[in-house]
């Protein structure tokens, strides 16, 4: 039986690390051009090209030698989440919570939509890096004098995240995708046809996304206050 009076030790992140050791010479390659060449390699060929081998033929060395600075490819996958999703932008003062929410949200999306790869890999990451944690705080930032518990706030940046990764998925999908409705019968599917045959409407002045945000920054804080 364990000892329930052990406590696991904590996992070091790579981060947590020194990337040189007391002994040795002196690294001929950073983290950041190691994140670097692994996001190129995701950009220009896709994500499962992204290996040990891949990154080390990039960056002229030797796969082995890079586990002076890594220990697996998931570190490195780690890494290009962290350096890809890159860091938020000020938000002007005077600006409203919910107007930094959706500049915020923007931004974001921008980046997963750059990187089509960032879906996918940020959920292998198992630990957050430096740029994921100043995410997390400008968000929280925003949301600095609402009046909502910090449970709500944390549930809010996890609900916009999502949908920043919904809207990538959609925007890459869309970039290949055919029509999707060629099983479409008036007969079977009169509600779905009539709508579909809708004449297009004015121009959207907000824009889906935004108004998607919008919606859950009212609406979750909302209930969270009542």
């Given at each position: 039986?364990?000892?329930?009076s052990v406590i696991p030790p904590i996992p070091v992140s790579l981060w947590s690390r020194p990337i040189r050791g007391a002994r040795g010479?002196?690294?001929l390659h950073s983290r950041q051009s190691i994140a670097?060449?692994?996001?190129?390699?995701?950009?220009?060929?896709?994500?499962e090209g992204v290996t040990m081998r891949a990154i080390a033929r990039t960056l002229g060395t030797t796969a082995p030698a890079l586990y002076r600075y890594v220990s697996?490819?998931?570190?490195?996958?780690?890494?290009m989440v962290d350096a890809a999703i890159g860091t938020p932008e000020q938000v002007e003062p005077g600006t409203t919570w919910t107007e930094a929410m959706?500049?915020?949200?923007?931004v974001q999306l921008a980046h997963h939509?750059?990187?089509?790869?960032?879906?996918?890999?940020?959920?292998?990451a198992k630990n957050f890096g430096p740029n994921t944690l100043v995410?997390?705080?400008?968000?929280?930032?925003?949301?600095?004098?609402?009046?909502?518990p910090a449970r709500a706030k944390m549930e809010l940046i996890g609900l916009v995240t999502g949908i920043i990764s919904l809207f990538a998925q959609q925007h890459q999908q869309s970039a290949s995708s055919t029509f999707p409705f060629d099983l479409l019968s008036a007969e079977r599917h009169p509600y779905l046809a009539a709508t579909l045959g809708e004449p297009s409407s004015a121009p959207d002045p907000v824009g889906l996304f935004d108004r998607t945000i919008l919606a859950l920054c009212t609406g979750l804080t909302s209930s969270a206050s009542s």
């Amino acid at each position: 039986m364990p000892d329930e009076s052990v406590i696991p030790p904590i996992p070091v992140s790579l981060w947590s690390r020194p990337i040189r050791g007391a002994r040795g010479p002196a690294p001929l390659h950073s983290r950041q051009s190691i994140a670097e060449a692994g996001i190129k390699i995701a950009d220009d060929e896709g994500f499962e090209g992204v290996t040990m081998r891949a990154i080390a033929r990039t960056l002229g060395t030797t796969a082995p030698a890079l586990y002076r600075y890594v220990s697996s490819r998931e570190e490195i996958i780690e890494l290009m989440v962290d350096a890809a999703i890159g860091t938020p932008e000020q938000v002007e003062p005077g600006t409203t919570w919910t107007e930094a929410m959706l500049k915020l949200a923007n931004v974001q999306l921008a980046h997963h939509q750059r990187h089509g790869w960032l879906i996918h890999a940020a959920l292998e990451a198992k630990n957050f890096g430096p740029n994921t944690l100043v995410w997390f705080e400008s968000y929280l930032q925003a949301m600095e004098k609402l009046a909502v518990p910090a449970r709500a706030k944390m549930e809010l940046i996890g609900l916009v995240t999502g949908i920043i990764s919904l809207f990538a998925q959609q925007h890459q999908q869309s970039a290949s995708s055919t029509f999707p409705f060629d099983l479409l019968s008036a007969e079977r599917h009169p509600y779905l046809a009539a709508t579909l045959g809708e004449p297009s409407s004015a121009p959207d002045p907000v824009g889906l996304f935004d108004r998607t945000i919008l919606a859950l920054c009212t609406g979750l804080t909302s209930s969270a206050s009542s």
